[in-house]
Nanobody
Framework: VQLQASGGGLVQTGGALRLSCVGT????????IGWFRQAPGKEREFVAN????????MYADFVKGRFTISRDIAKNTVYLQMNSLKPEDTAVYYC???????????????????WGQGTQVTVSS
């Protein structure tokens, strides 16, 4: 499955964006789909993921209550709804996938095999 991320942009502090990650070339089935982000000069960090078959989300502590990950089976798409955005949320956001869910939660970048291109999110103060 190839991943296509989109939806980034420039917003003011407190604003919202919805990122999309579309899977093409196959269905997500038993995949784990994750969102990561990378700010300039920083390591890529886990944001959220979802176990496609069980619709079970997991979040990094710094986004709990602000971001929501969801899926649309018909569109083979995972969304990341980002509310109450802060300047520190500025980063390139990537979606990633692994064809089989790993025990342990899949919160590390090395847990994923496939990556989409990034989409830039910029939050102005």
């Amino acid at each position: 499955v190839q991943l296509q991320a989109s939806g980034g942009g420039l917003v003011q502090t407190g604003g919202a964006l919805r990122l999309s990650c579309v899977g093409t070339g196959g269905s997500f089935g038993n995949y784990g789909i994750g969102w990561f982000r990378q700010a300039p000069g920083k390591e890529r960090e886990f944001v959220a993921n979802i176990r496609w078959s069980m619709n079970r989300p997991m979040y990094a502590d710094f986004v709990k209550g602000r971001f929501t990950i969801s899926r649309d089976i018909a569109k083979n798409t995972v969304y990341l709804q980002m509310n109450s955005l802060k300047p520190e949320d500025t980063a390139v956001y990537y979606c990633a996938a692994r064809s089989r869910w790993l025990v342990g939660g899949m919160s590390k970048a090395d847990d994923y095999n496939d990556w989409g291109q990034g989409t830039q999110v910029t939050v102005s103060s």
